[in-house]
């Protein structure tokens, strides 16, 4: 079991560029979710899969984001158009959906937008 | 008001001493706490993870739970500078996303 691991570690990017990132999660889960988080700040939730369905969608969310998960095994996370403020650390997390599932994430993906 | 509530420090304590962290949510319907630990630039890892109110201890760290007053404690005995850190307390009701609190920066002074 290697974890859950994204990539890349580290994007930089010019305003209004799209970006796509990975994440590959723990192989036997299936519920697998996206967070972000900026400096001084905990993690905010973003959306999460269980198998390839997308269960929920933050209301925060724009319409610029958007997350796949096409065969219920890794996910990308796309961001159209970017702006500076989607700086951050983009983290994905996976899960076993039993009630009492624990989470367990990957080291990140760093993003600026220059 | 957010929904899972810590101070975020930093807090600074020397080495050897037992280091208190505390977090207060507001959904009577968690049922689910955990604390995560995050060094920088690296992602949050899980250190306790328990079910309603009560207490749960793993080697120096205990967890206590009061859903009662919905107030979460750490408790980090014979605290070491490795364990100088973030620590973020989380909560979520059974088939919920797992909601965080802000974060609070510990550092252990050698």
């Known amino acids: 079991d290697t974890g859950v691991s994204q990539n890349p570690r580290h994007k930089i990017t010019k305003r209004g560029q799209n970006v796509t990132f990975r994440c590959d999660p723990i192989?036997?889960?299936?519920?697998l979710y996206w967070y972000r988080q900026t400096l001084g700040q905990g993690p905010e939730f973003l959306t999460y899969?269980?198998?390839?369905?997308?269960?929920?969608k933050s209301r925060l969310l724009s319409d610029r984001f958007s997350a796949e998960r096409p065969k219920g095994s890794f996910s990308t996370l796309e961001i159209q158009r970017t702006e500076q403020g989607d700086s951050a650390m983009y983290l994905c997390a996976s899960s076993l959906s039993a009630p009492n599932e624990k989470l367990f994430f990957g080291s990140g993906t760093q993003l600026s937008v220059l | 008001q957010k929904e899972v509530e810590q101070d975020p420090g930093p807090l600074s304590v020397p080495e050897g001493a037992i280091v208190s962290l505390n977090c207060t949510y507001s959904n009577s319907a968690f049922q689910y706490f955990m604390w995560y630990r995050q060094y920088s630039r690296k992602g949050p890892e899980l250190l306790m993870y328990t079910y309603s109110s009560g207490n749960k201890e793993d080697g120096r760290f205990t967890a206590q739970v009061d859903k009662s007053s919905k107030y979460i404690s750490l408790f980090i005995r014979d605290s070491q500078p490795s364990d100088s850190a973030t620590y973020l307390c989380?909560?979520?009701?059974?088939?919920?996303?797992?909601?965080f609190g802000p974060g609070t920066s510990l550092s252990v002074i050698p």
């Open positions: 989380a909560s979520r009701d059974s088939y919920d996303k797992v909601i």
């Open positions: 192989s036997e889960h299936n519920r």
């Open positions: 899969f269980q198998n390839e369905a997308q269960l929920e």
